[in-house]
C-alpha cells in the first residue's frame, strides 16, 4: 500500500480518504477522494497491509501530481480466545 503526503491510499493512481475503521478485525474502509466533489462511486477496503475488496468506478482522472510512500506498518495485535474472556 502506498500514500501521499496527506496521508491517502493511492491505489493505480487515484486517492482514497478512510471513513470508517473496524479495529477488531483490522479493516479500514476507503472512498475515493472525489467522493463529494465529483460524486465518484469507486471505494476499497483494506485488512492490515493489503486490499481486501475494491467496489464502483471512477468517473474523472487520476490527479496528475502525487508525492508518494510506503509508511512502516505496525502488524494488528492478535485477537484474544473466547477461553480468555
Same mark, same amino acid.
Given at each position: 500500500?502506498?500514500? $501521499? $503526503? #496527506?496521508?491517502?491510499?493511492?491505489?493505480?493512481?487515484?486517492? +482514497?480518504?478512510?471513513?470508517? #475503521?473496524?479495529?477488531? =478485525?483490522?479493516? *479500514? +474502509?476507503? /472512498?475515493?477522494? %472525489?467522493?463529494?466533489? %465529483?460524486?465518484?462511486?469507486? *471505494?476499497?477496503?483494506?485488512? !492490515?497491509?493489503? !486490499?481486501?475488496? !475494491? /467496489?464502483? +468506478?471512477?468517473?474523472?482522472?487520476?490527479?496528475?501530481?502525487? =508525492?508518494? +510512500?510506503?509508511? #512502516?506498518?505496525?502488524?494488528?495485535?492478535?485477537?484474544?480466545?473466547?477461553? $480468555?474472556?
Amino acid at each position: 500500500l502506498t500514500y $501521499d $503526503d #496527506r496521508g491517502k491510499l493511492v491505489h493505480e493512481g487515484f486517492t +482514497f480518504s478512510c471513513y470508517s #475503521r473496524n479495529p477488531g =478485525k483490522c479493516l *479500514a +474502509f476507503w /472512498r475515493c477522494s %472525489m467522493y463529494k466533489k %465529483m460524486h465518484c462511486t469507486s *471505494a476499497l477496503t483494506t485488512h !492490515i497491509k493489503s !486490499i481486501k475488496s !475494491i /467496489r464502483g +468506478f471512477h468517473n474523472h482522472k487520476p490527479p496528475e501530481r502525487l =508525492k508518494t +510512500f510506503v509508511p #512502516r506498518v505496525l502488524d494488528c495485535p492478535p485477537r484474544p480466545h473466547k477461553e $480468555d474472556y
